[in-house]
């Protein structure tokens, strides 16, 4: 089930983790705000990562509680949570269906599981399996004014972690912002297994960055003052970044316009074959491929005045 923003992120997102883990996946979203998958990737890895989801669990086939499922409810206690369009009336309904077959204990603040019942525009109800406990990030605990160096150019964790899930950085793999700010993206891609290298032409940053690692206790791979122009790192598995723009974000002297088009061209030097690059600009601006391919492009609204472009581009050959 996932979250109700007005963009295309959500499902991208909920899509890019599925695949990475199960290449061979195959999707159906046959309601707004629902994606179904048809795959054999676990969900706990899912709902340790997802960011723009309210829910990840099993789907129960054609919504019928089956004798395994009341038999999982029955063993710990549980409670039924209702998403969707339905109206007040239908959700006492199908909670108090639910409560009637399951018969068991029920827990609505600290559940072990929940029958999370979606209902779509027609009526449709969809029946769920999850552990909503599973999904709780902390994420108030990284945002921005709740790190120890804070500037008002940083991004929010939640997201933070959408780029490093689009970018398909996986545990133990090498990941670059090559305009890592005070470490927002650093932040979550160390919090799911990756090894974080970061870099930024501002030394305040680089320096404030450091005291955001020592705060979470994170161990990145790198952290380097630098000129994104020229990157002094190797081969990474993926590069995810929010590439500077105004007054309060630091861009040594250039356009957005032209720290775009650099990055895209030098990012395939330093990018192993087959993987991706994310990348968060102006809605203005536009993007050239060159030897990459894009894959995606999706907008995100910021705040009244701002809108921003997600491109998720892959680099050529097989990896």
């Known amino acids: 089930m996932l979250s109700r923003e007005s963009t295309g992120v959500p499902e991208a997102e909920a899509r890019a983790l599925v695949s990475d883990l199960?290449?061979?996946?195959?999707?159906?979203?046959?309601?707004?705000?629902?994606?179904?998958?048809?795959?054999?990737?676990?969900?706990?890895?899912i709902e340790a990562r997802v960011a723009f989801s309210r829910r990840v669990g099993l789907l129960v086939p054609e919504g019928r509680l089956g004798e395994e499922h009341l038999s999982l409810l029955r063993s710990g206690t549980y409670r039924v949570r209702v998403f969707g369009e339905g109206r007040e009336e239908d959700e006492e309904a199908i909670i108090d269906s639910i409560a009637e077959r399951v018969?068991?204990?029920?827990?609505?603040?600290?559940?072990?599981?929940?029958?999370?019942?979606?209902?779509?525009?027609?009526?449709?109800?969809?029946?769920?399996?999850?552990?909503?406990?599973?999904?709780?990030?902390?994420?108030?605990?990284?945002?921005?004014?709740?790190?120890?160096?804070?500037?008002?150019?940083?991004?929010?964790?939640?997201?933070?972690?959408?780029?490093?899930?689009?970018?398909?950085?996986?545990?133990?793999?090498?990941?670059?912002?090559?305009?890592?700010?005070?470490?927002?993206?650093?932040?979550?891609?160390?919090?799911?297994?990756?090894?974080?290298?970061?870099?930024?032409?501002?030394?305040?940053?680089?320096?404030?960055?450091?005291?955001?690692?020592?705060?979470?206790?994170?161990?990145?791979?790198?952290?380097?003052?630098?000129?994104?122009?020229?990157?002094?790192?190797?081969?990474?598995?993926a590069v995810a970044t929010d590439i500077p723009y105004g007054r309060a974000s630091s861009a040594g002297g250039l356009r957005s316009s032209d720290i775009l088009r650099s990055l895209v061209e030098g990012a395939p030097a330093v990018l192993a074959k087959g993987r991706k690059l994310v990348v968060m600009h102006p809605k203005s601006l536009e993007v050239e491929p060159g030897g990459m391919r894009i894959e995606q492009e999706l907008e995100i609204y910021i705040h009244r005045t701002l809108t921003r472009t997600i491109t998720v581009l892959r680099r050529q050959g097989a990896g």
């Open 22 to 45: 199960d290449p061979a996946a195959d999707f159906q979203s046959p309601e707004g705000g629902l994606l179904i998958a048809e795959t054999s990737a676990n969900p706990a890895a």
């Open 103 to 237: 018969e068991g204990r029920v827990s609505l603040d600290s559940p072990d599981r929940e029958v999370s019942a979606y209902v779509g525009e027609g009526g449709r109800t969809y029946l769920s399996i999850t552990m909503p406990g599973s999904m709780r990030q902390g994420w108030a605990t990284r945002r921005p004014r709740s790190r120890a160096f804070f500037h008002p150019s940083a991004i929010f964790p939640k997201l933070s972690r959408a780029l490093v899930n689009l970018s398909g950085v996986q545990p133990g793999e090498a990941f670059l912002d090559p305009f890592c700010g005070t470490g927002s993206l650093l932040i979550e891609a160390s919090i799911v297994g990756a090894e974080p290298i970061g870099i930024d032409i501002a030394r305040k940053m680089v320096r404030g960055a450091r005291r955001n690692s020592i705060k979470y206790d994170q161990p990145w791979l790198g952290l380097v003052r630098a000129d994104s122009r020229s990157l002094p790192v190797r081969e990474v598995g």
